[in-house]
């Protein structure tokens, strides 16, 4: 039986398996663009909680993180100036309010929560907030750069006041202060540490940093300078590293973990039907993409170069390349249909999404037809990096037998991580299957990803269209502007296709029925500061 037959045939199959298995209350966790989910029951003060992450994070320094599991630790140790809420509402953290912007939007002054205390003790206050904000934005090897690439100056106006200058009005800046690049250090903990922050990190949060065990475990413990601490539950939260979807839901059942990360869609179905289990799902912000290396050869903040593989010197190879695949039957195979097949990276419920949008169907008949006008030798030689787990290389297979009929020869290469990251970082790749946890400003999901110099640009994607329509719409708050130039950038980067789009991922968090008071928002980040044990 061909490939593609049997992709067809289990694509089918998928749908009835799902039909078969519900939840309690006979409720199947169905696919949304976008989800929260909160559990308010009351809980108890005291215990451990130990939750299964998918992979191990980088370094835990707010300047320098790259993945998405980072996030979720920081979640519970290091507060931005704002956060999100369950409505995807931008709400102050460390900041006392919203931002005031200046008339001509090149000014912005932040007022800050008062009474508040780094977990070593240190008060913050705007000295300590410009310090974290300057390491942000000139640190060699930052990767929040381009995340406050408009900010020219950070002020201290008064102790409880910062005002930051851009060099042009910049809207999604709130945003980016939502995330990493809003995160606050302990100006005591940057002195001594120095580059080694991630090793000993210590911010403003409801827990605070113990030990780190690479590959196995993080450990942080209730804060008792939190200024919130009240509303804190646990006393301890191990984050423990278990890669292979299979074991984190074996050991969820088990008990040995209480919330297991990310859980595979494959295994919400029995999860969901277990009642000592629950299932909450999120995310839809974030999504996944075949990344093809056109002119990264040292480095993703260096000068494009010339890559000498067939998909990087051939945009007609990599329309096949695309032609081949086939969205929908990727997401029911792989991932049971709970996904969101798409070909850009704003999600559907975003108000900055064009809503013409046609993604290309697969047609293998025009992929060989374009692989056989290329001149390149069949079969096309391409190397693609998965994260070594289950659920990726299962992902790195389909794609590698649908490609195959097209006249590709997928080698799929597991690699760590972390490692994997690095490697695309440095330019050593042909391809890469990596995915970006979305933000809620499209300007966090297009702008380090394929503007020239990104910091997460790994393919070296340079084009002066896009770079242009991405510039003018950061600096305009009108969403109908800014709609028509992402819209401008994002079809340009899919005639290029250095970055093919797959699907919009929604998150699956599987916890013991025991646990409540968890926040889990469209961001896919779960928040445990109220949460712990039911009482």
Not at 186 to 200: C, I, K, M, R, T
């Amino acid at each position: 039986m061909r490939v593609r037959q049997a992709i067809v045939m289990l694509a089918a199959m998928a749908p009835l398996v799902l039909a078969g298995c519900s939840g309690s209350g006979g409720n199947a966790v169905t696919a949304a663009p976008t989800g929260a989910a909160v559990d308010n029951r009351p809980v108890k003060a005291g215990g451990t909680l130990v939750v299964a992450l998918s992979e191990d994070a980088d370094a835990l320094d707010p300047t320098t993180a790259n993945t998405f599991v980072g996030r979720e630790v920081f979640a519970s140790m290091c507060q931005k100036l704002y956060d999100i809420d369950a409505d995807l509402k931008l709400v102050p953290q460390l900041a006392a309010g919203q931002p005031e912007v200046g008339a001509d939007g090149k000014t912005v002054t932040i007022k800050l929560r008062s009474g508040v205390l780094f977990n070593d003790g240190a008060p913050l206050d705007a000295a300590s907030v410009k310090k974290s904000l300057d390491r942000h934005r000139t640190k060699p090897g930052s990767a929040r750069k381009s995340d406050l690439s408009a900010v020219t100056d950070v002020a201290v106006v008064d102790p409880g006041t910062v005002r930051l200058t851009l060099s042009r009005p910049f809207a999604p800046l709130t945003a980016q202060l939502a995330d990493r690049a809003g995160m606050i250090m302990s100006p005591a903990a940057l002195d001594s540490e120095g580059d080694n922050f991630g090793a000993h990190p210590v911010c403003v949060g409801p827990f605070s940093f113990v030990s780190r065990t690479s590959g196995s475990e993080i450990v942080v413990q209730k804060s008792d300078k939190y200024y919130d601490r009240d509303k804190v539950k646990l006393d301890k939260i191990i984050y423990r590293i278990i890669t292979d979807p299979n074991v984190r839901a074996a050991n969820l059942r088990s008990g040995d973990i209480q919330v297991a990360e990310r859980v595979a869609t494959s295994d919400v179905p029995s999860l969901q039907s277990d009642p000592k289990l629950k299932v909450l799902a999120g995310g839809g912000l974030g999504f996944q993409t075949i990344t093809i290396n056109l002119s990264n050869v040292t480095g993703v903040d260096k000068a494009p170069g010339t890559v000498g593989t067939p998909l990087a010197q051939s945009p007609q190879l990599r329309e096949a390349f695309e032609l081949s695949l086939d969205r929908d039957a990727i997401n029911k195979v792989v991932f049971n249909g709970l996904y969101k097949p798409d070909c850009s990276p704003l999600p559907a419920s975003s108000q900055f999404r064009q809503t013409d949008l046609s993604c290309p169907k697969p047609d293998l008949a025009k992929a060989k037809q374009l692989v056989a006008g290329s001149g390149v030798k069949t079969p096309v030689p391409v190397t693609m990096l998965v994260t070594a787990n289950a659920t990726s290389q299962r992902l790195g297979e389909v794609i590698q037998g649908m490609a195959k009929e097209a006249g590709f020869d997928v080698k799929v290469q597991p690699t760590e991580f972390v490692t994997s990251l690095n490697q695309a970082r440095d330019g050593k790749f042909d391809a890469i299957l990596v995915g970006w946890s979305g933000r809620i400003d499209p300007d966090g999901n297009i702008n380090g990803q394929i503007t020239t110099g990104g910091s997460n640009n790994y393919g070296g994607l340079h084009d002066p269209v896009i770079d242009d329509a991405v510039k003018q719409a950061a600096s305009t708050t009108d969403v109908a502007k800014r709609r028509d130039l992402y819209t401008a950038a994002i079809n340009q980067e899919l005639q290029q296709r250095g970055v093919i789009y797959l699907y919009h991922e929604r998150y699956f968090l599987g916890t013991a029925g025991t646990i409540a008071g968890i926040r889990y928002y469209a961001d896919g980040i779960p928040r445990f500061t109220t949460a712990g044990y039911a009482a």
